[in-house]
């Protein structure tokens, strides 16, 4: 399996910047994609941001040029960030850390963190 734990999450005042982290472990063959999920109250979950295993990345439009998606990798563990400048009220949501992983040969499954709240509020 996979295990996506999800870590900076909080309240910010508008503009300010969080940071989140998600590592991956577990028995993992190889990661296609990781990615950053929101989930605001009462709307449909929706892609933030995404990094590809070549390094590619791709943002909403509503992040661009706001959020920067960046991954370390460690021997037995992978960490997304995504860095998040200029943070507006409508960014607060609940944000997920997804990975499209394989455990072996063969096809991929995503994978879901626990989430973490992001609130942007004065």
């Known amino acids: 399996q996979v295990q996506l734990v999800e870590s900076g999450g909080g309240l910010v005042q508008p503009g300010g910047s969080l940071r989140l982290s998600c590592a991956a472990s577990g028995s993992i063959f190889s990661i296609n994609a990781m990615g950053w999920y929101r989930q605001a109250p009462g709307k449909q979950r929706e892609l933030v941001a995404v990094i590809y295993s070549g390094g590619s990345t791709n943002y909403a439009d509503s992040v661009k040029g706001r959020f920067i998606i960046s991954r370390d990798n460690a021997k037995n563990t992978v960490t997304v960030y995504l860095q998040m400048n200029s943070l507006k009220p409508e960014d607060t949501a609940v944000y997920y850390c997804?990975?499209?992983?394989?455990?072996?040969?063969?096809?991929?499954?995503?994978?879901w963190g626990q989430g973490t709240q992001v609130t942007v509020s004065s």
């Open positions: 997804n990975a499209v992983a394989r455990l072996g040969p063969g096809q991929a499954s995503g994978y």
